[in-house]
């Protein structure tokens, strides 16, 4: 069977891109999505984390150890266990989504974002024609949102079901948060709260959030809900992922994978020499 026929579940019901997307379903549930961040390299972190009971991990070519290879091995292993794979990368240059996106990611996020054009660029970047300029030739993206979705299915149905983030974490999109909320296609603005802080003036300290900051958040939520999208942060901790929860973010992060080890090993020794 050519690798371009149309897919079908084992019963007969018609498979799509979007079914296979657990991210992008919850989205469209109106439910909270809780996540895990990878940046050691390695599918056996990858499925660690995706065993774990997330619905999403991102995996980060950005600060992360993660180089193509690494990437490549860690999509379909996520992907694998019924969990959505996020890649973060590094800039916005259009071959960069697409490397990501040929992967068979369920999304794309994009850090440090200053301007509504960049995110217009990006949209076009991640966005078959006539919607955009992406370019399509990948055999690997389909089989990451179930094994019966064709390459022609996928051609068809990722503009519609497949994510594209960006990161609110400069002054500048600050500023124009609710003009590149209205960006069509631009489909959740995700928080970067360090960095944002850093950008800002008021960069989270030992003591916690700044009020500023804490403003700031409030604002971008507020800028994504009036567009009628979704809105993301990466947390401090446990307790303060379950905060952002109860706040209303739609995607929130809640563990890393070697802030997660280290912590666990603390534990374990802390017990052990008590």
């Given at each position: 069977?050519?690798?371009?026929?149309?897919?079908?579940?084992?019963?007969?019901?018609?498979?799509?891109?979007?079914?296979?997307?657990?991210?992008?379903?919850?989205?469209?549930?109106?439910?909270?999505?809780?996540?895990?961040?990878?940046?050691?390299?390695?599918?056996?972190?990858?499925?660690?984390?995706?065993?774990?009971?997330?619905?999403?991990?991102?995996?980060?070519?950005?600060?992360?150890?993660?180089?193509?290879?690494?990437?490549?091995?860690?999509?379909?292993?996520?992907?694998?266990?019924?969990?959505?794979?996020?890649?973060?990368?590094?800039?916005?240059?259009?071959?960069?989504?697409?490397?990501?996106?040929?992967?068979?990611?369920?999304?794309?996020?994009?850090?440090?974002?200053?301007?509504?054009?960049?995110?217009?660029?990006?949209?076009?970047?991640?966005?078959?024609?006539?919607?955009?300029?992406?370019?399509?030739?990948?055999?690997?993206?389909?089989?990451?949102?179930?094994?019966?979705?064709?390459?022609?299915?996928?051609?068809?149905?990722?503009?519609?079901?497949?994510?594209?983030?960006?990161?609110?974490?400069?002054?500048?999109?600050?500023?124009?948060?609710?003009?590149?909320?209205?960006?069509?296609?631009?489909?959740?603005?995700?928080?970067?709260?360090?960095d944002l802080g850093n950008n800002i003036g008021h960069?989270?300290?030992?003591?916690?959030?700044?009020?500023?900051?804490?403003?700031?958040?409030?604002?971008?939520?507020a800028a994504a809900k009036k567009?009628?999208?979704?809105?993301?942060?990466?947390?401090?901790?446990?307790?303060?992922?379950?905060?952002?929860?109860?706040?209303?973010?739609?995607?929130?992060?809640?563990?890393?994978?070697?802030?997660?080890?280290?912590?666990?090993?603390?534990?374990?020794?802390?017990?052990?020499?008590?």
């Amino acid at each position: 069977m050519s690798y371009i026929a149309a897919g079908a579940t084992s019963g007969g019901a018609q498979a799509t891109v979007r079914d296979g997307n657990k991210l992008k379903a919850l989205f469209d549930a109106n439910k909270p999505a809780l996540g895990g961040w990878q940046m050691i390299p390695g599918a056996t972190i990858s499925r660690l984390l995706a065993q774990s009971g997330v619905d999403w991990v991102v995996v980060d070519c950005e600060h992360g150890s993660m180089d193509d290879r690494a990437m490549h091995e860690a999509v379909p292993a996520i992907a694998a266990l019924g969990v959505s794979p996020v890649v973060r990368i590094p800039g916005m240059e259009p071959w960069m989504v697409k490397r990501a996106l040929d992967t068979g990611a369920h999304g794309v996020l994009v850090p440090l974002l200053r301007t509504v054009q960049e995110a217009k660029d990006l949209v076009q970047a991640s966005k078959f024609p006539p919607w955009g300029k992406r370019g399509f030739g990948s055999p690997y993206s389909a089989k990451q949102f179930g094994r019966t979705i064709s390459s022609s299915d996928y051609l068809e149905q990722a503009n519609e079901s497949v994510l594209t983030m960006v990161q609110i974490e400069t002054k500048e999109a600050l500023e124009a948060v609710d003009e590149i909320a209205a960006v069509e296609g631009i489909d959740v603005l995700f928080v970067g709260p360090f960095d944002l802080g850093n950008n800002i003036g008021h960069r989270i300290t030992m003591e916690g959030i700044p009020t500023q900051l804490e403003e700031a958040l409030v604002k971008i939520q507020a800028a994504a809900k009036k567009a009628g999208k979704k809105s993301g942060i990466y947390t401090l901790d446990p307790s303060h992922a379950k905060l952002c929860q109860q706040q209303g973010f739609d995607m929130v992060h809640v563990v890393t994978d070697y802030m997660g080890i280290e912590e666990i090993a603390k534990q374990s020794l802390a017990v052990a020499r008590s």
